[in-house]
């Protein structure tokens, strides 16, 4: 089934999730693929679990928008394990929809992480999955995007995002 995505001002996106200990369920499989699918009709290349409303540290990853089935990633309980470059570039997230800042990442990231069976995985990756292993892994510890913009920007934002709870146009 497709979720409905959680938006800022939700408490769920700015607290951190809980470790998943339990794997290879038939909830979780049916978790994940309720996250490809609510992911893939909200047009996002990447979603983390409090995005729609369960506070676990899974993520699900398709840099490809599900052109090529070998880009579809499940990060459970992931951690950064090593950041090296930089890349300057614009970054989005769906519970903040309407808005795309710049943000400057990491330009070659590697993460570990477990799979849906609980075997644990490193994988590297390069520019748009950097970017993306960086902002799902900070889902899950309840950071959002718009905390690396500067306090002016993120002010601004937050006034806007105020104006359109007001008028009932934000979730
Ligand atoms: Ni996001």
Not at 3 to 32: C, N, S, W
Request: glycine content about 8%.
């Amino acid at each position: 089934m497709v979720y409905p995505i959680v938006k800022y001002g939700d408490p769920v996106l700015e607290r951190e999730a809980d470790d998943v200990t339990e794997f290879d369920t038939p909830e979780l499989h049916q978790l994940l693929s309720d996250m490809f699918e609510s992911m893939y009709a909200a047009k996002g290349v990447g979603l983390a679990a409090p995005q729609i409303g369960i506070g676990r540290k899974i993520a699900v990853i398709d840099v490809s928008n599900n052109a090529n089935p070998e880009d579809k990633l499940v990060l459970i309980n992931p951690r950064i394990l090593q950041v090296e470059g930089r890349q300057d570039g614009e970054e989005g997230c769906l519970s903040v929809p309407g808005f795309r800042e710049q943000v400057r990442r990491g330009r070659r990231v590697t993460i570990r992480a477990q799979d849906v069976k609980g075997e644990f995985f490193e994988k590297t990756g390069e520019d748009l999955l950097a970017r993306a292993f960086l902002h799902e892994t900070e889902h899950l510890l309840g950071r959002l995007y718009i905390t690396h913009l500067s306090a002016l920007k993120r002010d601004l934002m937050r006034r806007k995002i105020k104006k359109l709870q007001r008028a009932g146009e934000w979730g």
